[in-house]
């Protein structure tokens, strides 16, 4: 164990760390997510630290300062008759000093030799059967990169987020199994579930790569620090899988964030203080450093990224350098190595200043077309029957049958700000009900930390992405009968249109109705027809004119971008200045859709309706009414149901408006409205 002491006072801290020797890390025990933790290279830091960790709980624990070691985890199971196996070994791409939660996380290990490996994995034995333990149990490892000196950081003696990564990476289902040992079930009395041969007292092998990503949303707060370090500030996190290591990394950046096609060298300007002090834009710092012909060598004494990794991520921009020289003469080789590399089609054809459906009926046109593959636990040494896929340009074969008749259910993708477990329990109760009616579902999601990715709730699991390329490609390869969207919020919404112009069978509300709803200018238009009434407002063309519309109506105005989620880039402008800054944003937020100002009413009462329609006819509703006047977001707001301050007449508006809208979208399943009153 690292070199640490425990303290309870400032004073003592101070004391502590000189005996350890600076820079030390200090960290709040009984905390969660790396709460009141961070690094000091002096007394003042750490004084400043100290006070504030004090404030979270009363110890506090003084470490000696292993920044830019390797860290390592290991998810161990052990039962009540002491058979011990190892589940998962991960390695964390950033160096120790950033929590686990905000690390770029690989299974299994790619850069620790055969000697480390099993170094660290008697170890992890031998700790869990010295603390006794029964169930899973987490051992979190520091590595020294240049010599096989080693520290344990921490052990978790129980399931934690890891071992939902661990789980769904394996295919190994360790709650399950951590539940049966805890009634003193052996280890070689548990059949794994997966194979229905085997029993669950082995060590599962992996023939693919896996690669956990974290979302932040820091964006959407003001003055907030974009660094990341040994305090936990991601929301959410997504986990990818390919047979190499450069398609799994390149496939988790485009589920991290929709607007992302890839290992983008574009996204970001080359800052050498970024890469020394990670932000959460790390990647794409990385990648534009890289572009701008940064050594390998260089870009490790900045980051203590291991060599192996960066020069993966070479190998992906040298690509890119190629096909944008390529510009439109791809051929079969060429195509096939960038779809090898995690290249999507978007990202080709923007490289070759092409388009996606081009490059996507090259691709078709020249056959090459992704593969599916199981995740069966035994990496195909024994015969298993799984229904747990994913799919790959790094193979020569399927291998499962298509019979078709399928009906894919997309869910939510990445948990972020307004975007949550709702979307996950939808689609977990759309799964049942289709079971129910005898149908056979196919789930697409690639969110470790839900109930719709468990192999077992659906009859076929697609961990991918959820972008138009990859749901069209499953939909062809399972000659599918049709897509639900409806259950997975805003992410799949975006893509209904692209998936319409295919003739994918979308059902539900049809993807025009769903365009016409999300699109600001379609939908305000629609309503002035109707003579519903809303605010005044105009669509966006040109700054001149958009102050023009504000002056005149006067000021508050709202700013609102189309297709978006929990009210991103959505601004209250008070003032000429205000309006020119929040149209920049929004404008960079819906690049490809309108934006529309409207005026923004005061002191007004927020309403909001969900209903269920089919064919357009109400089939049930309900009103909440918001605490809170209109301006603070539903999300943010207290609300109560059935509402408590409105009368009759404004509540048969209400109901008379909600009919006439689903009428008019022709709804057929769930939608939601907010009005002010």
Known sequence: VAPSEAVYSEEEALQAAKRLGYPVMARAAFSL??????????????????????????QLIIDKSLKGWK??????????????????????????????????????????????????????????RHFGVVGECNIQYALNPHSEEYFIIEVNARLSRSSALASKATGYPLAYVAAKLSLGIPLTDIKNSVTGVTTACFEPSLDYCVVKSPRWDLTKFTRVSKNIGSSMKSVGEVMAIGRSFEEAFQKALR???????????????????ELVKPTDKRPFVLAAALKARYSVDALHDLTKIDKWFLSKMQRIIEFQCVLEEMSNALDAGQLLTAKQLGFSDKQIATATKSTELAVRKLRQELGITPWVKQIDTVAGEWPATTNYLYTTYNALEHDIDFPGGHIIVVGSGVYRIGSSV???WCAVGCLRELRNLGKSSVMINYNPETVSTDYDMCDRLYFDEISFEVVMDIYELEHSEGIILSMGGQLPNNIAMDLHRQQAKVLGTSPESIDTAENRFKFSRMLDRKGILQPRWKELTNLKSAIGFCEEVGYPCLVRPSYVLSGAAMNVAYSNQDLEAYLNA????????PVVISKFLTEAKEIDVDA??????????????HVENAGVHSGDATLVTPPQDLNAE???????????????????GPFNMQLIA
């Open 612 to 625: 269920v329609a089919a064919d357009g006819e109400i089939l049930c509703m309900a009103v909440s009414e």
């Open 71 to 128: 860290e390592v985890e290991y998810e161990v199971v052990r039962d009540a008759y002491d058979n011990c196996i190892t589940v998962c070994n991960m390695e964390n791409l950033d160096p120790l000093g950033i929590h686990t939660g905000e690390s770029i996380v690989v299974a299994p290990s790619q850069t620790l030799t055969n000697r480390e490996y099993n170094m660290l994995r008697t170890t992890a034995i031998k700790v869990i």
């Open 422 to 424: 709702e979307f996950d």
């Open 33 to 58: 997510g790396g709460l009141g933790s961070g690094f000091a290279s002096n007394e003042t830091e750490l004084a400043a630290l100290a006070k504030q960790a004090l404030a979270h709980s009363s």
């Open 255 to 273: 589920m991290v964030d929709g607007a992302v096609d890839g290992f983008d060298p574009y996204q970001q300007p080359v800052q050498e203080d």
């Open 586 to 593: 929004a404008s960079l937020v819906s690049k490809e859709h």
């Open 650 to 668: 404004t509540l048969d508006n209400i109901k008379r408006i909600t009919r006439d809208l689903a009428s008019l979208l022709d709804v057929t």
